[in-house]
């Protein structure tokens, strides 16, 4: 159960995030629309661009979290209220994208479960 998807529309970003799982044995699948969620299993962990998820993710985390799927936020640093809202919705951290770019090498370990930070 730790596979991770990533909710973003940004390939080259997805690459990254792939790249850095990859290295920690840990599998990833790209997901663009919420109506990708269907039917997906075995999810320990869904990396959240809060500006694609817009109004589904309320949904998506509404349905994942009560099952214990840990979600990730990260968004613009402008995006204060998005930030905010996803915060309220429980997903836990909520960060910028900068930081978050800063903490994925650090703690996407930790985000799974599998020890280290949060």
Known sequence: MNNILAWTDD???FSRIHGIAAKMGLVTKQIRK???FTGETGIGLVLVDIQVAGENLAAV???LLPKGVRM???GSHV???GLRAA???GLNPVMPRSQFVERLPLDL???VGR???S
């Open 79 to 81: 995006d204060a209220a």
């Open 72 to 74: 990730v936020g990260y």
């Open 11 to 13: 390939l080259i970003f």
């Open 34 to 36: 919420a109506e990708l």
């Open 115 to 117: 020890g280290g930070c």
């Open 87 to 89: 915060r309220e919705l």
């Open 109 to 111: 370990f930790g985000w």
């Open 61 to 63: 985390a509404g349905d």
